[in-house]
């Protein structure tokens, strides 16, 4: 059977637990065995951390697939997959480990599975080097959507670092297959809201604090706008731990939605949380692309599955997307490309993604 693995290495371009995620939902879709090598060789802690074990095992779980290497630590994985199925799933990172990118390897998966799925995904809801889970919800949720699908996201509890302890439930029916997309007409800005929380021991003041700073920055640069920014105490019985962040959103004229977040921690002034989301924001909206920097490769896995040609326009190319597009070309038939955007504003610098999607149909449906 080893001759026909497919073989990676997990050390190239971004080097992270990215390529763990795209490569291993591909094999689960496409029934591809897969060895994986040099797990995470670019990062201080080479080899699988407990949230990345985590996704695989729900991989593995979703399809009855085969893992042997899954240890923490371990810097080489095969990966067997068997048929895609639904019913519910529990992923634990045990971690403040990110239940998002827990659903960034679980969602095409099951989306191709041959009943509706629960998952119940248990980690940090708003983690470090992560997309929070407000994110998610508030900016993920509605653009993934236009491939032509629908879930529902139900957080249950919020988990902070270093303990974790949050959980959310994904609920989600098959599809036959997924349609394109074309994210190519930014539109104007219309409103801006998000949304500063503290959690714990912290106090509202702090929300408020993280709010009043975040809009003081947008309106140095954007004056006519109504911006609401709700400062929230999440509910004691709802949240682990203590932990406190903001996410302030863009929508456009064209539905567009482009955002910028910040987490608190220990000895960070709640001005600097606030100044930080609003200035990721500005810069997102800057390139005059129509998805902002943690989107982009996101969006690459759906791209690569649907049928059709979709198109999105963005700002510089991250490391990241650059890397989901070298795996999602080289384990499907997929066929990106990435050109330059010809701007009547040259100081805007975007680009126009591409792809020829191979056309996934669902064999279960």
């Known amino acids: 059977m080893d001759g026909d693995r497919v073989e ?180 104007t800005v219309t409103k801006i809201y998000g949304r500063a929380f503290v959690a714990g021991a912290l106090p ?16 140095k640069e954007i004056r006519d706008l109504y911006i609401n920014i709700q400062p929230v105490r999440e509910p004691d019985d709802q949240a682990v731990g203590t932990g406190s962040g903001i996410i302030i959103v863009a929508e456009t004229s064209t539905g567009c939605l482009l955002a910028g977040s910040s987490l608190g921690k220990r000895g960070k002034n709640s001005d600097k949380v606030g100044i930080e989301a609003a200035e990721m924001l500005l810069k997102n909206l800057k390139h005059g692309g129509t998805v902002d920097d943690s989107l982009q490769d996101q969006l690459i896995i759906f791209m690569a599955l649907a049928k059709g040609v979709s198109r999105v326009k963005s700002g510089p190319i991250t490391l990241h997307t650059q890397t989901a597009i070298h795996f999602a070309e080289q384990l499907t038939k997929a066929k990106f490309t990435v050109t330059k955007s010809e701007e009547e504003d040259p100081s805007n610098d975007t680009y126009i993604i591409e792809c020829q999607g191979m056309g996934m149909i669902n064999p279960n449906l």
């Open 8 to 187: 990676i290495d997990g050390g190239i371009m971004e080097g992270g637990g990215q390529i763990l995620r795209v490569s291993t939902a591909l094999s689960c879709l496409l029934g591809l065995p897969l060895r994986v090598r040099r797990i995470r060789a670019g990062r201080s802690q080479p080899g699988l951390r407990p949230q990345h074990l985590s996704g695989l095992e729900v991989v593995r779980d979703l399809c009855d697939g085969k893992l042997n290497g899954g240890e923490i630590g371990s810097t080489e994985i095969t990966f067997t997959p068997g048929k895609i199925k639904g019913g519910t799933h529990v992923a634990d990172t045990k971690t403040a480990g990110s239940v998002c990118l827990l659903m960034q390897v679980a969602m095409p998966c099951v989306l191709f599975a041959a009943s509706p799925s629960e998952l119940h995904l248990k980690g940090g809801t708003n983690a470090e080097m992560a997309p929070q889970i407000d994110y998610t919800v508030m900016v993920l949720k509605p653009i993934v959507e236009k491939f032509n699908f629908t879930f529902n996201c139900d957080i249950k509890k919020r988990g902070y670092y270093p303990q974790g302890g949050g959980e959310v439930v994904v609920q989600m029916s098959p599809v036959k297959e997924l349609s394109p997309i074309n994210l190519t007409e930014r539109g």
């Open 204 to 219: 509202i003041k702090l929300a408020k604090d993280m709010s009043a700073a975040a809009v003081r920055c947008i309106r």
